[in-house]
């Protein structure tokens, strides 16, 4: 998607309409809120599709991991399609594929239809993991564009805990997830079903927003982004300059191309765009979301019923949301890097404690891994440390860096590549977990995750740079300085 430099003044003293752009903004988040609940909801599912579809380890993990290939195309190519046909119109027909993949998920009849369906949920996914932050960008002024911002990751989140505590209920209701619940449909189905609700809200709501003024000036609708803008700021002048100030840089600028992230100076690729690569992957390889993905049958594996496992996610989800709203306040405070570090190692320790704690378990009758209460415990108070570290840290932080480490020029090619990395990331990290759990177990899958939060920290200590307190534009002049004297030395 194209990237814009200049940011929406702020209205005059005692003009805007900052509760119209709150609503809005609130309007296109719900879009990370079914980003949460399509990722959280297949928690508490994995088993009874296992036994519906009669899936082995391999095909059970395709069965989850496979929203995340679908969650990967749709982030690489949410914002060229977007600047061609609109934010609106694209998050409008990103809502009616989540509607569309809620509803095939529930009426699945084997492994290959529920694969289709959560593909196409996946796209939806990653549109909106682009398209919702890009919009509310778009339409904020600056003086609240920092908290309109954090909105997302905060909806994402929340959409995580409503998953986990809608699946504990319906499951509760039912006996457990196989189990017949409403008009005798097993009660996993009616767990993908519940996500048509906030769809279809999300979906109505769209109806009622604005295009986006850039999108809108870089179509030739002047008119209407002047329209957009005058409803927003409430100061008809500022909103005309605005976008004679849109109009110039649109007009003036070469669209971005994704080979942008190659040095003209050096001919290689930029060394900041690995660094982001790096930080994409690395925010999956500590695993977090095995334990969004696969918790119910973590901690049955671990000796919980079933209900006691979905009553821990429940637990996890509420730890995470408390936690990122620590990271909202921290970040402008505390500094990018330092945050990242503590998360890194404190992701670490825990993953490390869990590993032990499995590693050191007993077996059960049926030749399961059981631990004792006093272990079972130990290992459920270090999973939601995990989750806290991730929550106040890797989780908001890492989308926040990649959206202010690169310059401005190749910002949105580098962008659309480290998205398209993180999602592959997830998505490996999710198809190998059922097949490790089944080959190593519990203890060395952990402990495997535990060294990559130490790789985290090192790869942090050695080529993360502190962002906070630094315009966009000092950033690109650095950068731009680097390459520059990287392409005179070689």
């Not at 049955?300 to 209900?307: L, P, R």
């Not at 970040?331 to 499995?358: E, N, T």
Request: net charge negative; with cysteine.
């Amino acid at each position: 998607m194209q990237e814009n430099d200049l940011e929406i003044p702020a209205p005059d003293e005692g003009q805007g309409n900052t509760l119209l752009v709150i609503l809005i903004s609130m309007s296109a988040a719900l879009g990370g809120f079914l980003f949460g609940f399509d990722s959280g909801v297949i928690n508490g599912t994995v088993d009874a599709l296992q036994e519906a579809f009669n899936s082995d380890a391999v095909g059970t993990g395709f069965n989850v991991a496979s929203m995340l290939l679908g969650s990967a195309v749709g982030a690489f190519f949410a914002g060229t399609v977007a600047d061609k046909f609109g934010r609106r119109l694209v998050m409008i027909a990103t809502a009616c594929l989540f509607i569309f993949s809620a509803w095939g998920s529930g009426v699945a009849w084997g492994s290959t239809s529920f694969v289709f369906f959560r593909i196409v949920g996946g796209v939806a996914v990653g549109a909106a993991s682009v398209l919702a932050p890009a919009y509310i960008s778009e339409i904020s002024p600056a003086h609240i564009r920092g908290r309109m911002a954090t909105l997302q990751q905060l909806m994402i989140v929340v959409g995580l805990f409503i998953a986990f505590l809608s699946n504990y209920l319906i499951a509760g209701a039912a006996g457990s997830a196989s189990d017949l619940f409403w008009f005798d449909f097993p009660a996993w189905r009616w767990m993908y079903w519940v996500e048509i609700i906030p769809g279809s809200i999300f979906l109505i709501s769209l109806l009622f927003i604005p295009e986006s003024p850039r999108y809108l000036v870089a179509a030739g609708r002047e008119g209407e982004a002047q329209d957009v803008l005058q409803r927003l700021l409430n100061a008809k002048e500022t909103a005309r300059q605005t976008v004679a100030d849109i109009k110039e840089t649109v007009v003036g600028s070469r669209k971005p191309r994704l080979s942008d992230i190659v040095s003209e100076h050096t001919g290689r690729v930029h060394p900041i765009v690995w660094v982001g690569l790096g930080l994409a992957a690395l925010q999956q390889f500590t695993g977090i979301n095995v334990i969004f993905y696969y918790g119910a049958t973590l901690w049955q594996a671990a000796g919980f019923d079933e209900s006691s496992a979905l009553m821990q996610n429940v637990i996890s989800g509420s730890v995470n949301v408390g936690f990122t709203f620590i990271a909202i306040a921290l970040i402008d405070k505390v500094g990018r890097r330092p945050l990242l570090l503590i998360g890194a190692l404190g992701q670490a320790a825990a993953l490390g404690v869990m590993a032990f704690v499995f590693s050191t378990g007993g077996l059960g009758p049926d030749g399961g891994l059981q631990l004792s209460d006093d272990a079972g415990l130990v290992a459920l108070l270090a999973a939601n440390a995990y989750i806290a570290f991730f929550a106040f840290s890797w989780g908001p932080i890492m989308w926040v860096m990649l959206g202010e480490m690169f310059p401005n020029r190749f910002r949105g090619a580098a962008l659309a590549m480290a998205g398209l990395v993180q999602w592959l990331s997830n998505f490996t990290i999710t198809m190998t977990f059922p097949v490790l759990l089944a080959s190593v177990g519990l203890g060395v899958s952990y402990g495997i995750y535990a060294a990559f939060g130490v790789i985290a920290f090192v790869f942090v200590q050695q080529y993360i740079e502190e962002t906070m307190g630094k315009t966009l534009e000092q950033m690109s002049q650095e950068h731009e300085a680097a390459d520059i004297a990287a392409g005179q030395r070689s």
